[in-house]
């Protein structure tokens, strides 16, 4: 907990009202009372009024659209104010040597060289293998096994009956900062987690990034095959499968049964209807709204369509169109 | 070992006869007398005809095809059938307490910090850096360096005069399940392993999946950069050489000196000829059968062709065609 | 330090000529007095003319070229012979015993299970987390931050206020060899190291290869996401952005604040102006000369271009062109 004149000194923005007492930052859909959030992109202005948010930054052309009830940081900047303001609530590196001992239920198994942080809780009939790291506060379901070498950063929650296999990261830092005029970055901490349901597995050296606020969310049954990218505020809907060096950008929404093909990608604040499929290498860049589907091809099209468009250029190379 | 009682009970596959032993699970074409395999795709049906395996999973309208001396066990999913039984025969997860001590060759040395299995077997002169991980029962030659938090997982065979960089994953479980009709997965256990030949090079974080059955093979001399992935039960040919962030699906083989150029991927069961050069993003989904040819594009033509289609966009681009 | 009667030795070529001390291997542009170097593609000539290197690895048809006090070491296959030679300055894989004990600034926090070797330099207020492995003679700054199971290797060089996170591999061997003309490859021993200078971000699972001779350089203010390879002898610019599965092949130099797009790889050898933005996929297989712009495709052209050819092609698909 900081009081907001901490935030905004932190944050260099001006304000000279009461000093309440603010528990972290979130989008505006998302913020809850106590919150701050921000307002950057203009078409996210219906977010601001419907918002619970009790601070807002917000550019100087957008102000006016602030709720009377809400405080208005006013900047010609407010997401690179936001960064700013998000060390301040980044959770603490190293474990806590005064937090409780792992919990560790009935039947399960750490080997010697695997690494468990205070705080953490793991439930029964778990294999954590040498090398294998839980950190602080993470929470592992039961009949779960992670993998040597494979990673859950602080504050993660793991389901059971999964399996993380080695080299895969859980948690590490979604790729957010805030760009300023000269051209030097500032990060955006964070300070969300990852929450994994049951029965996922995900394979060797596969990145699935802990979100900026709130969760990254894979769903129950979802597997996940090796070098595989999920970023950060990603929900991976229930059964989807995402093939070896497949990725998501941050904030896509996968609906259930969705398949990801090799080496495909979605780019970012995406929306996709269940059961989509996509080939291998497929690029999408739009919402899919109509369940059922599958698609190919960069940009993305309907994979019988790409099939006829690339029956078309065998035409054109051949002289033929 | 198992009983064939046990296996179908497991699968929920109906099955009065005798039971007799069953030593585990295989393709039609590689299994042996004591192995159960499974009939999925009728365009294996000629395997069918000439297995060693003792019990096939059969879908009813296939089951005439089975040859008498070979038990059918019939089912409309053979395949979810073979993943339900997979989990038989998986090996145990954690070392074996009462398996022997590792045996390590002369003049090699183990850091503080490395984590090598009982039952394993690492030959002379080799380097295991702190983090490398050697599952149960791998055995790893002479001369070989494993490098900080590598993973080798148990029963995997690296050869000699070889290193395997940082992050490297061999062994871990290919990307295997059946999917049921509601759209759940369930796994088919991943119970071969890879055995790497001598001279081999894997780069930092690649990924080199176990077999379902049998061996993922990697040959002589072969040079893997980073971040590449190769999926369960291919074979990578003597002195091939895989670029940065490319991939093999499942089952590939490459013959010798193949070339794969960075971020290129080919599809799983293909089978491509010795010294082919696939240029950078190459996509690969058929066999190729001429040697010494060179290939790029997705869909995938010979380079040059690929160069000359370009070359025609360009000019439909500028509106001259 | 070696003999030139050493090198050319374990090289097999052929030298009557007095031994001089050899220091180690470097390109003709950067080698200094009393290193060797080598002369294998021809356009490389002028270099020859102008190095300070004591003695080259040349074919026959360019021995003409090699200024005369300079010693020339003719052979039909120079690369080869430099590769047979990198091996003498390899340096050690295990840690010297008799090195210092690792100099630990203030305030630094090293988990039980990090492994920091001797030789090494670690700032103030570092955290290095558990599995996490910093090679021998590594340097790193200060409120620098090693993630769980990230591996620095041997000489590499971190700034101040870095992060690098869970499974990045700094300083692995970069993908160089020769190959014989029977196909098979002789490691280039990678002698360099990395350089990574202040206030730089590493995502999870990416890869930074070593150099050849001399550094693979990231500049300041870096952000790297996830599963990104950079390969050996690149050279980032300041505030440089590589989103995930971005792939930079070994030599390429990017100015400032460039950009790569998702999924977005570049070729060897290329230079690329500041403030350039590559489109996710973007492929790209020559110099970028002019700043401000924005690429995309494969073959890169303007992202305008490529949206349009794309729109193009969508008419051709619907056989209006």
Same mark, same amino acid.
């Given at each position: 907990?900081?009081?907001?004149?901490?935030?905004?000194?932190?944050?260099?923005?001006?304000?000279?009202?009461?000093?309440?007492?603010?528990?972290?930052?979130?989008?505006?859909?998302?913020?809850?009372?106590?919150?701050?959030?921000?307002?950057?992109?203009?078409?996210?202005?219906?977010?601001?009024?419907?918002?619970?948010?009790?601070?807002?930054?917000?550019?100087?052309?957008?102000?006016?659209?602030?709720?009377?009830?809400?405080?208005?940081?006013?900047?010609?900047?407010?997401?690179?104010?936001?960064?700013?303001?998000?060390?301040?609530?980044?959770?603490?590196?190293?474990?806590?040597?005064?937090?409780?001992?792992?919990?560790?239920?009935?039947?399960?198994?750490?080997?010697?060289?695997?690494?468990?942080?205070?705080?953490?809780?793991?439930?029964?009939?778990?294999?954590?293998?040498?090398?294998?790291?839980?950190?602080?506060?993470?929470?592992?379901?039961?009949?779960?096994?992670?993998? *040597?070498?494979? +990673?859950?950063?602080?504050?993660?929650?793991?389901?059971? $009956?999964?399996?993380?296999? @080695?080299?895969? %990261?859980? !948690?590490?830092?979604?790729?957010?900062?805030?760009?300023?005029?000269?051209?030097?970055?500032?990060?955006?901490?964070?300070?969300?987690?990852?929450?994994?349901?049951?029965?996922?597995?995900?394979?060797?050296?596969?990145?699935?990034?802990?979100?900026?606020?709130?969760?990254?969310?894979?769903?129950?049954?979802?597997?996940?095959?090796?070098?595989?990218?999920?970023?950060?505020?990603?929900?991976?809907?229930?059964?989807?499968?995402?093939?070896?060096?497949?990725?998501?950008?941050?904030?896509?929404?996968?609906?259930?049964?969705?398949?990801?093909?090799?080496?495909?990608?979605?780019?970012?604040?995406?929306?996709? *209807?269940?059961? +989509?499929?996509?080939?291998?290498?497929?690029?999408?860049? $739009?919402?899919?709204?109509? @369940?059922?589907? %599958?698609? !190919?091809?960069?940009?993305?099209?309907?994979?019988?369509?790409?099939?006829?468009?690339?029956?078309?250029?065998?035409?054109?190379?051949?002289?033929?169109?």
């Amino acid at each position: 907990m900081v009081t907001l004149e901490e935030l905004t000194d932190i944050a260099g923005v001006r304000y000279d009202g009461v000093s309440i007492d603010i528990s972290g930052l979130n989008t505006l859909r998302d913020a809850k009372k106590g919150e701050v959030s921000f307002l950057e992109n203009k078409k996210y202005v219906n977010d601001l009024l419907s918002t619970h948010a009790s601070a807002v930054f917000v550019s100087p052309d957008m102000a006016v659209h602030v709720p009377k009830d809400i405080i208005a940081l006013v900047d010609e900047e407010p997401y690179l104010k936001l960064a700013l303001a998000s060390k301040l609530f980044a959770p603490p590196v190293m474990e806590d040597e005064g937090a409780a001992e792992p919990q560790v239920g009935e039947g399960t198994e750490i080997a010697a060289g695997a690494m468990v942080c205070r705080g953490s809780i793991i439930g029964k009939n778990c294999y954590i293998l040498p090398g294998a790291y839980i950190g602080p506060n993470a929470v592992i379901g039961d009949n779960t096994i992670i993998y *040597a070498n494979a +990673t859950v950063y602080r504050d993660c929650v793991v389901g059971s $009956n999964c399996m993380i296999h @080695s080299g895969a %990261v859980v !948690g590490s830092d979604g790729f957010g900062f805030a760009t300023t005029r000269t051209g030097t970055h500032v990060k955006i901490y964070q300070n969300g987690n990852v929450v994994i349901e049951d029965d996922v597995e995900i394979g060797s050296n596969s990145t699935v990034d802990r979100a900026a606020f709130g969760s990254t969310l894979i769903k129950q049954g979802v597997r996940i095959d090796n070098l595989v990218q999920i970023g950060h505020n990603c929900v991976v809907g229930e059964y989807s499968v995402l093939v070896s060096q497949s990725g998501l950008a941050g904030s896509t929404e996968l609906g259930r049964n969705v398949v990801m093909g090799g080496q495909s990608a979605a780019a970012g604040h995406l929306k996709i *209807a269940p059961f +989509t499929q996509f080939a291998a290498r497929a690029g999408i860049t $739009n919402d899919v709204k109509e @369940s059922h589907k %599958v698609y !190919g091809g960069f940009p993305l099209m309907e994979q019988r369509s790409w099939l006829k468009l690339q029956a078309k250029l065998a035409r054109i190379l051949k002289g033929k169109s």
